[in-house]
């Protein structure tokens, strides 16, 4: 009776979840069309087109390059762009003012040196860990602006005009991405972070349940059968940092929205998340011991059967619950009550294995596992 | 003697490869700078800004947009962006000569019906993952250029005129960074997929060198110091997912080099850089061995230790051996002796083991990592 609880909701819960990306993909897609056709009433409007010309292109092509999935990437990349066009537009006409004066050789020289320097830099910078997790795209804009500036021999009045309309524009495109990024169905990466991270714990309760299910299995079907279990829970648990990562710096740009107040803390997320990688890494390295040619006897296992059971579903089903406590964000049961349940579980493993020989083969990996799951409380409680 | 052969070399071997990599990132800003002039040359001397004009800003987004760390980076960013830019302008040219034909009014609204629909289609391909992968900069190029050029009413000769120039222009700043990123210095990504996924070899081995030196080491000291193994080794082989995925799509598009041919074979370096994942989580879990509240009597511990070490050490350098195999791509020593090696150790501690009964605790992992080292040879040899 624990095969199919193991299976079957996992199955359909990917297929609801596919439907659901997808749908989801869609309804983003129809945002960005949207905003698209808002910007591009900039040109194709007679009196909007008289106030801002050609400029509007800068509109179409923040709107393109700003319009992200998850509401907190495009505030970040808009807010990035902005930053950016101002300090390399800045840098890039105190370079011009500067070069002017010496001739058109000099000039020449002066600006290709501000370039190669200013070049240089910026792309050294963008190379550092920390601004490339941060600021990568701002930077990236600034080198652009302040090169096209710097060499575009546009001087005095025209450039400041010049700014100000590619800046409005700018900020016109990314109003419109703003509002409909906010306005129709926002995609929330804290949402996402929260999410992903509560219902990791299912999927390894999912595996532990499927280990245990699979090692016993072989006694009961004499080996007739050797289908494998499914880790790939386990594994997407296991290689979650960088989609982690990302989603938490997402998360750190949005506003106040929902249950997540403005200082939410999005760090502890990624410490949960390195813990449920390490108890991952430890489930996964029951594969070993599933696919070892060296099993115990049957009489031997079928003896610490019941026991591991118990020990394994009272794991997955503490698992379960400190996910449905950080899911719906209540506490959970006081820590020492969960653990103090393990631990009379584990002992009473312990009892039985000690006359055992092979069979510690498996029970150790399970002690392995409480030991994970102990630290784990330590955090989340 | 264990020790100082661990964390010597890893220490000195990461200072080394920090140098190194500064260094790199240094030539690689340099690069940029160069190549920023070459093309603010077309803006700085008179007779090239008199032959390509204003469009000579799209030679300096293309470098700074395109200019990628690695070589196969930059390909394939370019020839994206060269066919993005292509396709793009085309159907952006066909959407403006249809609705050209409809009025002022039907051909406002039959261009922002246009945008809608190809804005929508477009961001829902790439948001699929086998585009992501791909092509995600070419959709999103073609949308910018599809966009500009269907909304701006640009018609018939003047379009093609200003399209040659603009696709020339990015040409020349593509062959710009094509020009620097394999003249001066190329970093190949192929080279830092092939030595990467070599030296994890190296890290397994140390991390199974310092685990067992942990283990016994508590034994001599009599547990007054509990200094942790360094696992990061392992831990930076667990999370190389994406990492890898990202080097072997660039390697793809790297052409033939050093002893890299024309089809090279980069789906097996992901291959058996999921089979040292594997390993990685397996070795990982021995932390909860090392961490484990109980632990066996010195007596027993120091029984076994000769055997355990001895299976430790060969496991580790039949690790180095294939590392060093794949890092020198010479064959290895024929799949059989290695592994008859391990395998008579593994006995010798099996037999040993019996009568154990806490030991082994340790054992079994041990025998837990045998069995997947013995896939591993699978694959490489």
């Not at 509109?59 to 700003?66: D, L």
Request: hydrophobic residues 45%.
């Amino acid at each position: 009776e624990r095969k199919p609880r193991f299976s079957f909701p996992s199955i359909s819960s990917f297929l609801r979840e596919k439907g659901q990306y997808d749908s989801i993909k869609l309804i983003h897609s129809i945002k960005v069309g949207i905003s698209l056709v808002l910007v591009s009433l900039l040109y194709l409007l007679k009196p909007l087109y008289d106030q801002v010309g050609e400029n509007a292109m800068w509109a179409i092509m923040t709107v393109v390059v700003v319009f992200e999935f998850f509401v907190g990437a495009t505030l970040s990349k808009g807010v990035n762009r902005g930053i950016g066009t101002v300090i390399g537009g800045g840098f890039g006409l105190a370079t011009a003012v500067i070069a002017e004066d010496a001739g058109e050789m000099g000039n020449a020289i002066g600006v290709a040196i501000a370039v190669f320097v200013c070049g240089t830099a910026a792309t050294y910078v963008r190379l550092l860990p920390s601004i490339k997790k941060t600021c990568d795209y701002g930077v990236m804009i600034f080198l652009l602006t302040f090169n096209l500036v710097a060499v575009s021999g546009i001087r005095g009045e025209t450039v400041v005009q010049l700014a100000r309309a590619r800046l409005s524009t700018i900020g016109i495109g990314f109003g419109v991405c703003v509002f409909t990024s906010l306005c129709i169905h926002p995609m929330w990466a804290s949402d996402e972070l929260h999410n992903s991270v509560a219902s990791r714990f299912e999927a390894l309760a999912c595996s532990i349940d499927g280990c245990l299910g699979e090692y016993f299995k072989l006694v009961e079907e004499k080996e007739n059968q050797t289908g494998g279990v499914n880790f790939s829970g386990c594994q997407s648990v296991l290689y979650s940092t960088d989609k982690d990562d990302m989603l938490a710096k997402f998360a750190r740009w949005e506003p106040w929205h929902g249950k997540f107040g403005f200082s939410h803390p999005w760090e502890k997320y990624l410490d949960i998340g390195k813990e449920l990688r390490e108890a991952a890494a430890t489930i996964f390295s029951l594969k070993g011991c599933l696919q070892s040619p060296r099993q115990p006897s049957s009489t031997l296992r079928q003896s610490m059967r019941e026991q591991c059971e118990e020990l394994g579903s009272s794991l997955a089903s503490s698992l379960r619950e400190l996910g449905d406590s950080i899911k719906t964000m209540r506490k959970c049961r006081p820590r020492f009550l969960i653990v103090s349940k393990l631990q009379s579980k584990s002992e009473e493993l312990n009892l039985l294995m000690s006359p055992s020989k092979l069979g510690a083969l498996k029970n150790d990996d399970g002690l392995a596992i409480a030991s994970f799951v102990f630290q784990l409380m330590d955090i989340v409680g």
